[in-house]
């Protein structure tokens, strides 16, 4: 990773270049210009999940302490908070824009994450953690992963087998069907050969569904299946859903999002879309693109 005072020029200097080019629209608002531009903030919010900084008051009060010479008037935090969750489109066309330069595989891999948002103990009836429409909303759900009871959501991600870049995202309920999460996710993009899920995807019509587009449903075999299967076979399985959990691990626990510290929807839908926007960000350098390969 590039000393923090280049980090910031680097994405500073690439996210300005994509406002200019038209590859991230940002509408136009009444009034006159802020003097801490969208650019700028934008720049703060990636490079903040970049560095793991769980807190955005935190990181803004680090900003202005250590490096007040690269944004020399930087907006009061509540301020910062209220413009970053209006640019959180702005987020998704960077991330978009960044996996574009890496053709996709014709392995990808889909797999549900709990995005915790109340400690259970703390839920008490309505609140304000509501999204769009009815379905969208704060729910209790089973974390496979911990073995524990959640309130919240889940993150659904699509990435490439190789790169692990995120292809395509949703924030979903908490108890959700994963296939019809699978089935939206697909629609972004072209269908890859192989579909590499969790088994909580399995399921025959599941399967044909998917067959019909050309695309074949792998799933870990079952505790039966293990038993006539070659020890190597398992492993290279393993091997495969590993990366897809790491891809979660870098997103959830290295970038912070287990952690969001978001009070609304919304701010949870923005601290989601600009730490994945971090991640490609972060594997399409490691991938080498020409141009685009300074980050490390």
Same mark, same amino acid.
């Given at each position: 990773?590039?000393?923090?005072?280049?980090?910031?020029?680097?994405?500073?200097?690439?996210?300005?270049?994509?406002?200019?080019?038209?590859?991230?629209?940002?509408?136009?608002? !009444?009034?006159?210009?802020?003097?801490?531009?969208?650019?700028?903030?934008?720049?703060?919010?990636?490079?903040?999940?970049?560095?793991?900084?769980?807190?955005?008051?935190?990181?803004? &009060?680090?900003? &202005?302490?250590?490096?007040?010479?690269?944004? !020399?008037?930087?907006?009061?935090?509540? #301020?910062?908070? *209220?413009?970053?969750?209006?640019?959180?489109?702005?987020?998704?066309?960077?991330? +978009?824009?960044?996996?574009?330069?890496?053709?996709?595989?014709?392995?990808?891999?889909?797999?549900?994450?709990?995005?915790?948002?109340?400690?259970?103990?703390?839920? *008490?009836? !309505?609140?304000?953690?509501?999204?769009?429409?009815?379905?969208?909303? +704060?729910?209790?759900?089973?974390?496979?992963?911990?073995?524990?009871?959640?309130?919240?959501?889940?993150?659904?991600?699509?990435?490439?087998?190789?790169?692990?870049?995120?292809?395509?995202?949703?924030?979903?309920?908490?108890?959700?069907?994963?296939?019809?999460?699978?089935?939206?996710?697909?629609?972004?993009?072209? +269908?890859?050969?192989?579909?590499?899920?969790?088994?909580?995807?399995?399921?025959? +019509?599941?399967?044909?569904?998917?067959?019909?587009?050309?695309?074949?449903?792998?799933?870990?075999?079952?505790?039966?299946?293990?038993?006539?299967?070659?020890?190597?076979?398992?492993?290279?399985?393993?091997?495969?859903?590993?990366?897809?959990?790491?891809?979660?691990? #870098?997103?959830?626990?290295?970038?912070?999002?287990?952690?969001?510290?978001?009070?609304?929807?919304?701010?949870?839908?923005?601290?989601?879309? &600009?730490?994945?926007?971090?991640?490609?960000?972060?594997?399409?350098?490691?991938?080498?693109?020409?141009?685009?390969?300074?980050?490390?």
């Amino acid at each position: 990773m590039l000393p923090a005072e280049d980090l910031f020029v680097y994405v500073y200097v690439l996210v300005a270049d994509a406002i200019r080019a038209g590859a991230v629209a940002i509408a136009a608002r !009444p009034g006159p210009a802020p003097a801490c531009s969208d650019a700028e903030l934008l720049t703060i919010a990636v490079v903040r999940h970049l560095l793991g900084r769980r807190s955005e008051a935190g990181f803004l &009060a680090e900003v &202005a302490r250590d490096w007040g010479h690269l944004f !020399p008037v930087l907006p009061h935090q509540s #301020e910062a908070n *209220r413009r970053i969750r209006w640019l959180r489109g702005a987020f998704e066309q960077l991330r +978009a824009m960044l996996a574009a330069r890496l053709p996709e595989d014709d392995c990808q891999q889909i797999d549900t994450s709990a995005i915790p948002v109340k400690h259970t103990s703390r839920v *008490r009836g !309505p609140d304000q953690w509501t999204g769009p429409g009815n379905d969208l909303a +704060a729910r209790f759900g089973r974390d496979a992963a911990h073995a524990e009871w959640f309130y919240g959501f889940r993150l659904a991600i699509k990435t490439d087998m190789g790169s692990r870049i995120v292809r395509a995202w949703s924030i979903v309920p908490a108890a959700v069907n994963e296939r019809d999460v699978a089935i939206d996710l697909l629609e972004a993009g072209p +269908a890859p050969r192989d579909l590499l899920a969790d088994k909580g995807f399995a399921g025959a +019509a599941f399967k044909a569904q998917l067959a019909a587009q050309g695309t074949a449903v792998l799933v870990p075999p079952t505790r039966d299946q293990r038993k006539t299967m070659p020890a190597t076979l398992q492993k290279v399985i393993a091997e495969w859903r590993n990366r897809v959990e790491t891809s979660f691990g #870098e997103i959830t626990d290295l970038m912070e999002l287990a952690r969001h510290g978001a009070h609304t929807f919304w701010g949870l839908v923005t601290r989601t879309a &600009a730490t994945i926007a971090a991640h490609t960000l972060l594997r399409v350098c490691l991938a080498g693109i020409p141009g685009i390969d300074q980050l490390t």
